[in-house]
């Protein structure tokens, strides 16, 4: 069982910053694909973006790209979501999600993510 906590969510400026952290409880980290989703009131949840096992390949929703960065620390367990340039479009609550998967694919349909945080609640005022 893999359980994730995100954390650093918060209230921001529009053009402000802020970086998520997901950390897993799970001894085999380093075993797992990992992805950021996000739902907004009235919306269905999306890709955000995802790193594979290794930190070698990320991909990005084209909304994000350029502005998100993800990242991980195997020996921390931790994955982070770092965020410039928000916008009052990107509110949100954030969510961690992991896959068990040493291919380097990083998937971003939900259904493929077994594991999920509670999430993280982002809000950007304009």
């Known amino acids: 069982q893999v359980q994730l906590v995100e954390s650093g969510g918060g209230l921001v400026q529009a053009g402000g910053s802020l970086r998520l952290s997901c950390v897993a409880s799970?001894?085999?980290?380093?075993?797992?694909?990992m992805a950021w989703f996000r739902q907004a009131p009235g919306k269905e949840r999306e890709f955000v973006g995802g790193?594979?096992?290794?930190?070698?390949?990320?991909d990005y929703a084209n909304s994000v790209k350029g502005r998100f960065t993800i990242s991980r620390v195997n020996a921390k367990n931790t994955v982070y979501l770092q965020m410039n340039s928000l916008k009052p479009e990107d509110t949100a609550v954030y969510y961690c999600?992991?896959?068990?998967?040493?291919?380097?694919?990083?998937?971003?349909?939900?259904?493929?993510?077994?594991?999920w945080g509670q999430g993280t609640q982002v809000t950007v005022s304009s």
């Open positions: 999600a992991a896959h068990q998967d040493y291919s380097g694919t990083i998937y971003s349909r939900i259904r493929e993510y077994a594991y």
């Open positions: 799970v001894g085999t980290f380093s075993s797992y694909a």
């Open positions: 790193i594979s096992w290794s930190g070698g390949s990320t």
